[in-house]
């Protein structure tokens, strides 16, 4: 039996479409309930439907001994994983946004919020800049907009979000896309099992 | 031995074994002076150690690691070599826990000349300690020595042989490219590099593939290395998988690289190889050591077997009970291998099989309340 973490919402039902291709099909998924763990006996698979932003938290401590995270994730945690595969899915990048016309005030510490602290620090550690972080959850692009921050670090996919508030990218820090992660203790138990799913899984992309 | 935790009936079979093979227990204190670490931090896996101040006024650090400080005592020679082993606690920050641990480690170092067999010995006793611990393991190996040489091969300088290296303890073969952006690597090369992200598999079966990628004399050496070990311990290499996503942490090690995993720990419980790097940087550049050891930092939580009961049998008195039936009884219950506790009240806050009551000068059972 493999365990698989998947992200839950969109990205979790693009990547449960792509494995029931590959023939890891789990029909109860389908199921309207709150269920959060699936198993199908005949094919040895159980998916664990996660928060996306603890998928990698659950494979580094074996819960899950696959699963399929943003690499935005695993930048934050450093989890300490195989990142197997580049999925090419949900595409997107780390930006510094600002409000449109912002200039900065060299006099001040840029004041940053975003959900990223750790990816933050280091970009402005690479850039020999001191910075101050508001560790925020949600509706990031509120902060500029309140003055509670500066600037704010986040996610950009298509930009709409940034638009409608009067927010624009400054500066890109790293593109994004969905990894395919294995915990490093499965990995070698599992190997051969792991691998066809790899092998799938890599046909299954160069065939898009 | 029934009533020893799991962690306690590993050490005394490690002890067992280790003894068996000429080995000596070695024990040490749990202090050294802080600018000894400060000296050798390359060699650590972290640079948070906890220090306190003498009464002399010297800065004094609780152990983060145990090998800096057998190495530095060490009176081996080439000709007469120290076979240790120890159960230490070594003190580092948990990546997991965010704050500093005491762990326990129980390890073995080989000091001396390291010959073919005595590198096939340690692996052999590293593979026997994780059958002690469980029978479903798995011991990775790997060789620094062996990827050093194809770094120099391909003329790789310090940066792009760190980020080679971090694409390949992550399996990561997507980034490569990105890391490669810029770097006038062959084709070929970045096809090689990738052949040995993709190795995994029993050393066995393996080595003729490390064999076949060698392009120079010390990818060649590591690789006889290797293959020496499947050679020394034929069927006992049975459990050793090659896998170069193991690579060095810390700069400990140069020589072959192992870490053992069992079932279901999602983590490697021992972690060892060959470190000459750290005899060198200690003056002591005749010598080489290889050792391994075996940590007990979460593992505890799996070793752990259930008990549904902490006490056998509970006895209940009161002011009226016989003071001596009442150690009587005890000390019959506890003699007979029981575990035993006289109570004045009804227990509540641990789980017992059996409870029984003195009364006046008779034992009666005790329906239980539950």
Partial sequence: ?????????????????????????????????????????????????????????????GAADIGVVGKDVLLETGSDVYELLDLNMGKCKVCVAAPNGYTEDEDNVLRVATKYPHIAKSYYDSKNKEIEIVRLNGSIELAPILGLSDVIVDIVETGTTLQENNLSVREEIIPISTRFIANKSSYKFKTKEINEMLNKLAEAIADD | MTNLKQEEKVWWQLRDLYERYGYKNHRMSKFEEYLFYAKNIKFLESDQIITFTDFDGKLMALKPDVALSIIKNTKATRAAPEKLFYNEKVYRVSKQAGQFREI???????IGEVTRYATAEVIKLALKSLEVIQEDYILNISHMGYMKA??????????????????????????????LGGTALAEESVAHFK??????????????????????????????????????????????????????????????????????????????GRYDN???????????AIGFAVYFDGLDRYLKVPYEYMIDTVVLYDEDSDPALLNETIEHLAESGQKVRAERYFPVD?????????????????????
């Fill in chain 2, 150 to 179: 194809f770094f120099d091969h391909i003329e790789a300088d310090y940066l792009l042989r760190q980020n080679l290296l971090s694409c390949l303890s992550r399996k990561n073969r997507s980034e490569l490219d990105k890391v």
């Fill in chain 2, 104 to 110: 326990s480690q129980i390890g073995l170092e080989y």
């Fill in chain 1, 1 to 61: 039996m493999i365990n698989i973490a998947l992200p839950k919402g969109r990205l979790g039902d693009q990547v449960y479409k792509l494995f029931s291709e590959i023939g890891y099909d789990c029909k109860s998924i389908y199921e309207d309930n709150r269920k959060l763990v699936f198993e199908n006996k005949e094919n040895e698979v159980r998916y664990l439907l996660i928060k996306p932003s603890d998928v990698s938290v659950y494979v580094e401590y």
């Fill in chain 2, 278 to 288: 750290l005899l060198a940087k200690m003056d002591k550049e005749e010598l080489q």
């Fill in chain 2, 195 to 272: 052949e040995f992200i993709g190795l995994s598999g029993k050393l066995t079966d393996c080595v003729y593939k490390v064999k076949a990628l060698a392009v120079n004399k010390a990818m060649q050496e590591a690789a006889a290395e290797l293959e020496s070990i499947c050679y020394t311990l034929g069927a006992q290499s049975e459990r050793i998988i090659l896998d170069f996503s193991l690579v060095n942490e810390t700069g400990y090690y140069n020589g072959v690289l192992f870490h053992g995993f069992i079932k279901n720990v999602p983590r490697a419980v021992l972690k060892g």
């Fill in chain 2, 350 to 370: 641990y789980k017992y099989k059996e409870i029984i009551k003195i009364e006046k000068n008779t034992v009666t059972e005790v329906n239980c309340i539950d």
